[in-house]
């Protein structure tokens, strides 16, 4: 038999007999490896009760939305605990059905003892879940905001923005026109959200009757049953609130012979413990301090220095490092406690509460200091080893490059995941680490993340991190550490078209290079101050600069090959923009070939795409077109979109040549399109360009 489809189709077809119920299609995301319609959706509560008057509210949200054009936005407020987040899902998953682009989601970190995450972090997940490619993702928060609701307008999405901080971090986030769902939860109102068309909803601790019902789920009727007034008691001393009655019910449950009376007796006795929560979260901290109480002394230490991690979030391997050993079993305990909860992914994370508590009874411990030490060299040892294999070439400072790498990564691609996705702590501990005086990690943990931050552009924890190690190894008094990351801040400039602020950090390294007799620095900080020169048209200065960078590198101590080859590629760059193509071919040339003897594709990209300019000034197209299909390939092996854009402006130059203006106006979109994508300052030119501004 063969089945043939008769007329045009877009998407998928399916052929089928008889069907029964709804046909659901999941598919890919050309490029990205997400799922064409995303899912982020936690899994509902599995005790979640009550809230009947709240679930009406919502339900005619989410019906008024399906019938109109505009986003709905519900705001779900209230104390710590109440059970925000859990109202939230029940009502979304209840309507996911009706919106069938799918699900987003976003942790916003609003009141967690980390800083908040900033829009661009949610927005940039958010866009790489619709599809978009991790480095395609501007750098621009502005820019991600925009592009985000252009994807997202006329969609039916829902979108969960768990514990926002402030309307601000909301703001962004918001889709474009078009009938999605948004669920804000918050303990604040943000009463600014007003204005951009929300609902407000508050949350109350549930009723007695609620609270009470919520007991008999967990425990069981025939337990509370026989201790009715136990139970009340129960509900009053946990504040009524979900979070503490779920702490609660789970330690009676792992003790059946224990009565309800005898925990009711011990949160009387610890309801004086106030704590950093407040006064509205007395019994909230009680239940904490009773179930804390109650642990075994291992797990109990666990605890306490699980709140020494700066976010609420971590992998076994962090918490062993925390722990200084196998903390398997003492995690499970916790987890029994409900005090951790264990993400499908293997990782594990406090609620914000549970995390509070921890700090509070940890803040005497006198191992705090010794864990985050360890903590630190864990992180410190990691991201070391990633970078390694991002650039293995580049030279390094700092006393963990000089020991062999705690764990080996298959390749580039899967050493840059792990370094972004850990982006959020590593820069939290970049903070911390700072703020605890441990110096010298700071600056060398932002060393490390050289190779994550110059491939992936993050441009605002590029420069947030390396001010921070700034400032460390001006605490230290290192000049060699202040001159890296003078030289890295500088680089971060350069790549956001600040010309003059890189030029004036390149000079402040090259003194301290200079002074510390360091040649593999000064080869470094006198490179980056001449692309600043050679980026504001000051090509005889940069073709000096360029030439003392040369006669250093060959006296370096790193690698004088692979410096020379590279101040070879920059003069040779140079001396094609002041208008000596010939000179520029011999320096590209011998430049060229170091890099593709040493498989060093990302140089050998950025090489050939030159020497392809220089070729076309000397009439030689042909081989420019060849030197530029290399360039290509170099480029996608190793992923450099910016270097692909290039490509692209220099095969428009080709085009141009041979008057083929359709060819040359799809080369520069393309590079326009690369460029606003990396948040690169050159997608304004060619924009410019192509309007014949």
Known sequence: MRNEVAADVSGSVVQAGIVHGGIHLRTTAPGSGYPAVPAQLPASRPYFTDRVREMGVLGRLSDSVRDGGTPGIMVISGVGGVGKTSVALAWLHAAADGFTDGQLYADLRGFSAGAPAPPSESLGRFLRALGMAPEAVPADVDEQAALYRSITAGKQLIIMLDDAASAAQVRPLLPGRGPSMVAVTSRRRLPGLAVDGA???????????????????????????????????????CGRLPLALCTSAARLATRGHWRIERLVGELADERNRLAVLGEEDLSVQAVFDVTYRDLPPSAARLYRLLSVHPNGRFAAPAVAALAGGDPAHDLDVLIDANLVDAAPDGTFRFHDLAHLHARTVAEPDAERPSAFQRLLDHYLRMAVAADRVII?????????????????????????????????????????????????????????????????????????????????????????????MLEALASARLNLGEFTEAARLSLEALALEQAAGHTDGEAAALER???????????????????????????????????????????????????????AVEHLHAARDFFAGRGDDYNLARTLTALAGALIDTGRDADAGDALDTARDAAVRVDARHSLATVHVTRARLAARRDDTSAEREHLEQAAAIYAELGSYQARAIRDRLQGR
């Open 529 to 583: 101050l001449g692309v600043a020169q050679l980026a504001q048209d000051q090509l005889g200065e940069a073709i000096e600069t360029f030439t003392r960078a040369l006669e250093v590198s060959r006296r370096a101590s790193a690698d004088p090959a692979r410096g020379v080859a590279m101040m070879t590629r920059r003069l040779g760059e140079t001396l094609l923009r002041d208008g000596r193509p010939a000179e």
């Open 392 to 484: 293995p070439d580049r030279w390094h400072l700092g006393r963990e490059y000089d020991r062999p790498p705690v764990v080996s990564f298959p390749g580039t691609v899967e050493a840059i995941g792990w370094l972004e996705g850990m982006l959020p702590t590593l820069r939290d501990m970049v903070a911390e680490a700072h703020k605890c005086g441990l110096h010298r990690e700071t600056w060398e943990l932002c060393e490390a993340l050289w190779g994550v931050v110059v491939f992936r552009k993050h441009y605002a924890v590029w420069i947030e991190t390396h001010e921070t190690g700034l400032a460390s190894a001006t605490a230290l008094g290192d000049p060699l550490a202040r001159a890296r």
């Open 199 to 237: 609902s407000f909803l508050p949350l109350d601790p549930l009723d007695e009757d609620g609270a009470v019902e919520l007991l008999d789920r967990m425990l069981g009727s025939g337990r509370t049953g026989a201790e009715p007034q136990a139970v009340r008691s129960l509900a009053t001393l």
